[in-house]
């Protein structure tokens, strides 16, 4: 009991309780809690510019190692960006096909339209010139691809990443402040528009439990498949470091077991030391798929419609903006905010709405996340001739 209280979640769903109440028996009160969630919001996108130019940055740089590993290093990356990719495009078609964030035909109404659709016309180069956040994302792309040819690299990715510790120390306090924005969040959502405002985010949490499950046993059995194992088998193989990682919200606590357990299955410790570790950045799987149904849900709620130039500079951004940073608590509404002030056309204030239920999402985000690095490295050992064996 004295572990429920003290985690996060409880607080939040407290506070989802209290504000659905709040904006059913006292509306009009509800209606003046709005800036408790939007305060939240701007906080959170202080630490947007840092937090991404950060995180790409590192990642970028860090890529160079690979190249001393060879051969399995460019499987490994070719491997994380194709499946990553595959992840966040199906993200995109479910949640364009199941319309989770669909309310009415008018959808919410935007309360200053004229800033999210600026421009008529949707161009490249106009996003990039007139957008602070992809300059950001495009300076970080350089100096990581520089940092690469350095050859005192190692002290400035050092540096880099101390800075980057204390930023995500800081957004770990400010995440405390979650509880609060969700009953400020749910209370104006219920007050101004009623209950009909909570049947989406229903919709949204079951829409991407039904994708990640369609993922983990479609497009990662298939290519399990091709090797004559199972995800099945997989699965039970991992069973214990899976219900670590589903009691703490996280897939860092079960990486040392996991690594463990894979070269027992006979993956070469080379390859799972490569591939777990750079997977945990470049590979989460969970996560670009929630990522990008958040961006499609939230754009749903408001009624937005995307071109298909949208959709695909949206999977563009997150292919980059996903990396490094999603493993950390609070960083995908960092990941969000960056993507749709990059878009210029869907509220930022939709983040709100995903306040109440984001917490209630991460085991699934961090199941299919392992289950997913467990499936690269041992296709990967398999692309090495190496004789895998999962237990019976």
Known sequence: ???????????????????????????????????????????????????????????????????????????SLIYFEVVSTLSLAIGVLVALWLKPGSINKEGIQMQDPSKYTASPDFHIWSIIKDNANLQILVLAIIVGLILNFLNKKEKYIHFLGRITHYVFIGLKYVMYLAPIAAFGGMAFAVGKYGLASLIPLGKLMGTMYLTMALFIFVILGLLLKYYNLSIWQLIKNIKEELLIVFATSSS????????????????SKSVVGLVVPTGYSFNLDGTSIYLSMAVIFIAQLYNVQLSTAELVTMILILMLTSKGAAGVTGSGFIVLAST?????????????????????????????NIIGNSAATVFIAKTEGENVQLLK
């Open 340 to 368: 749709l002030a990059t878009l210029q056309k869907i509220p930022i204030e939709g983040l709100a709405f995903l306040l109440g239920i984001d917490k209630f999402m991460s085991e699934a985000r961090a199941l299919t």
């Open 1 to 75: 009991m004295r572990r429920i209280i003290t985690h996060l979640s409880f607080y939040v769903l407290v506070a989802i309780i209290t504000g659905v109440l709040v904006g059913i028996y006292m509306p009009s009160y509800a209606l003046q809690l709005e800036p408790l969630s939007k305060y939240f919001i701007s906080i959170i996108k202080i630490f947007t510019f840092p937090i991404i130019f950060l995180t790409v940055t590192l990642g970028i740089s860090s890529m160079g190692d690979l190249k001393k590993v060879g051969r399995i290093g460019l499987k």
């Open 252 to 267: 860092e606590p079960a990486m040392p077991s996991l690594m463990n357990k894979l070269e027992k299955m006979g993956c």
